[in-house]
């Protein structure tokens, strides 16, 4: 089994939600996510992210006016 990357994941992630126990754990913040339909914070540009809306619905309506 691979070893987790989280200290170097966390150097990378661009998710504002505080507190996350999920933070730097990116397979499981894809598998939170994707239960609800949502993609996790790191996809969305960054005025997106902030709006916490991670839903497929955002992710289409944003990059379909790219
Ligand atoms: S995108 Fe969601 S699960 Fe992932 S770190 Fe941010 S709040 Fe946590």
């Given at each position: 089994m691979a070893e987790c990357k989280?200290?170097?994941?966390?150097t990378k992630c661009t998710c504002t939600y505080e507190p996350c126990s999920?933070?730097?754990?990116c397979c499981d913040?894809?598998?939170y996510h994707?239960?609800?339909g949502e993609l996790p914070g790191c996809l969305?540009?960054?005025e997106v992210e902030r709006t916490y809306d991670r839903?497929?619905?955002r992710f289409i309506a944003t990059y379909s006016r790219v």
């Open positions: 989280k200290e170097t994941n966390l999920r933070k730097g754990i913040c894809i598998e994707w239960k609800m969305f540009p960054p839903s497929l619905a």
